[in-house]
């Protein structure tokens, strides 16, 4: 599995609570485009319209051999999922008010997919809440790490 992209401020702004790998659909010039890395998630998320999944927002760089054939790098983009996938998530988002975010981009034998996820939005004391853990979580590592540190030393 050959990574692409990551939104990074995903798993910050939201709460995953599933996710689905998808298949996307592609122009020549993208796909060299992604090869060199050149893919960017941030604000990107996907909508269900006419019972098809599109991206949105997701930004792919124009391909610099690409001349006349590089599409918009903004384009909306078709996301490859089976109907009853697509049929479930469409329930999950329209009762309980669910968005579907782009996780993650990469290859996988050759072909681009897209994990995508099914979360809800982080109020911000989850935030500020999900920040006091991850430094909580470090300082515990660093404090183990420096007594580790001292045992070595002293049994020396």
Known sequence: ??????????????HILQTIETGIVLTGTEVKSLRLGRANLKDSYARIEKGEVYLFGLHISPYEQGNRFNPDPLRTRKLLLHSHEIHRLSSKVEETGLTLIPLKMYFVKGKAKVELALAKGKKAYDKRKSIAEREARREIEREFKERQERHERHRE
């Open 1 to 14: 599995m050959e990574s692409i992209a990551t939104n990074r401020k995903a798993r910050h702004e939201y």
